[in-house]
């Protein structure tokens, strides 16, 4: 199996930073697309990043010139720099990895616990 673990949320004023981590671990064979989704309160779960083994991006337009996903691929992690940030911004921030792990024949989709991140106004 493969296990994501995320660190770095917190709370932050408004124009200010944070860069969250995610750590996969486990039986890993391969890690293919990783990437961040966020959920706030009352609203439905929607990508925010996301980086493929290759290095190809994609971002939530709102997150376009403020956020920046890179990974480090030796060592399973996905970064995400968050600057200026804003307070619609505050929400739980969950990894995701496609991933190959031992014992398995096909890549399934995993998910972090989720770190929070909460923007003041």
């Known amino acids: 199996q493969v296990q994501l673990v995320e660190s770095g949320g917190g709370l932050v004023q408004a124009g200010g930073s944070l860069r969250l981590s995610c750590a996969a671990s486990g039986s890993i064979l391969i890690i293919n697309t990783m990437g961040w989704y966020r959920q706030a309160p009352g609203k439905q779960r929607e990508m925010v990043a996301t980086i493929t083994r290759g290095g190809t991006l994609n971002y939530l337009d709102s997150v376009k010139g403020r956020f920046t996903i890179s990974r480090d691929n030796a060592k399973n992690t996905v970064y995400l720099q968050m600057n200026s940030l804003k307070p619609e911004d505050t929400a739980v921030y969950l990894c995701?990895?496609?991933?190959?792990?031992?014992?398995?024949?096909?890549?399934?989709?995993?998910w972090g616990q989720g770190t929070q991140v909460t923007v003041s106004s």
């Open positions: 995701n990895a496609d991933g190959l792990a031992a014992g398995n024949t096909y890549i399934r989709n995993y």
